[in-house]
């Protein structure tokens, strides 16, 4: 006599990575059901065969419901599976992360969002804790050698608030001069015509922002940042 | 009225490549059921809820049943998702590659293994094209800074024949100076004492192994290796 397999569960999680004040954040949400209700976790949910196209498509619906933010620039980390990790069964979770200006979050206005440092982390169901690990490895390894921290600036920012970026991503001091060389590689940034950043008590700096053609694609260079 | 949702089909599916005569090489095999029966394919199936205990194990499972090979390099690739990839419904693909030398999949014996070279394949069901050319993208990058590609190597190989692995993946040649600077930095290979390849034209080379250590994990470079 045959039994019918056990269904696996089939979910989609969003890792949302800001940078506040140079800190590296994740978004995190109280859980509205059990298991685990009202414990913060992941932006996360089953994937609805009837309305989600794949698992992207699923990504998506998961951050404009439940953190109102539209088209962040989104890509696969890794899947996680396995007997142990959920309670209820057998489960995959396809997970994703974005990076997203901290203003885009603050615009979005979903009040029950919370910002948590990712260092400091601690205390989340399933294997949410090594999943933010994961992305934050992911991010760091390939802010070395792409433009991916553009994706955390604000429309438009200076060379120095990038390098910036770049420097609370990676930990350490970069050398300005390869940085610079670096950027003209990715060619991924165009000046604002005549946009300066003005106010400060240094002389004004141009403006930048991402091309357009670029704002959901990553550009990759063969060697890595110089640091250090 | 609540109507049940969809299930979803979750399986796994291998890229397992090898390196024969300079050529990288996917091994295929003929599916024995619908759909696409017939049909060269990767080797893949169902996960087993009951049995394997991630979707990791489900893979090793795969490769086992299908191949005989038993504990080669393994990583995950990525998941394909989604509506229109399988026939029978909304499916989810867990996507593993493993690479092991050409000897290994010989010794192991499954005389309907279909060892193709990467760049003829053509006529495969499924996404599987598309699966394949992101194992090999991954593959080829990831050879530019890391010590993957020992794993295509015999279990004693000569410096010399280990950097025309790098280079038939790579598509280039590489300079010998940096190519030994970077697996001195690697640190993953130990001569095999007393070991010397002889019977060439040329001097005896020295022969090396990968560290036991490093079977099955992976060293890191943060600068890619200087080809052309």
């Known amino acids: 006599m045959k039994t019918t397999p056990p269904n696996i569960i089939c979910t989609v999680d ?107 982390i601690k205390g989340l169901p399933f294997d949410h804790q090594q999943i933010i690990e994961a992305a934050v490895q992911r991010v760091r390894n390939k802010s070395s050698y792409s433009s991916l921290p553009a994706y955390l600036c604000g429309e438009t920012f200076t060379l120095p608030q990038l390098q910036g970026v770049y420097e609370a991503l990676l930990g350490e001091p970069i050398n300005k001069v390869s940085f610079r060389r670096k950027m003209e590689e990715f060619d991924v940034l165009e000046p604002v015509e005549g946009a300066m950043e003005t106010g400060k008590a240094n002389r004004p700096a141009q403006l930048y922002r991402l091309r357009k053609r670029l704002q959901s694609k990553l550009s990759l260079t063969d060697r890595a940042l110089n640091t250090g």
Request: net charge negative.
């Open 14 to 120: 969003v890792v949302l990575l800001t940078l506040q004040d140079g800190v590296l954040k994740v978004a995190l949400l109280k859980r509205d059901r059990e298991p685990f209700a009202g414990v913060l976790s992941l932006p996360g949910g089953y994937i609805h065969a009837e309305q989600d196209a794949d698992t992207q498509d699923a990504a998506m619906r998961m951050l404009r419901d439940k953190t109102g933010i539209a088209s962040p620039y989104l890509e696969q980390l890794a899947t996680f599976s396995g007997r142990g990790r959920d309670p209820r069964g057998w489960s995959i979770s396809v997970v994703y992360y974005a990076l997203v200006p901290a203003a885009v979050i603050e615009q979005a206005g979903h009040a029950e969002i919370v910002m948590s440092p990712v260092e400091r």
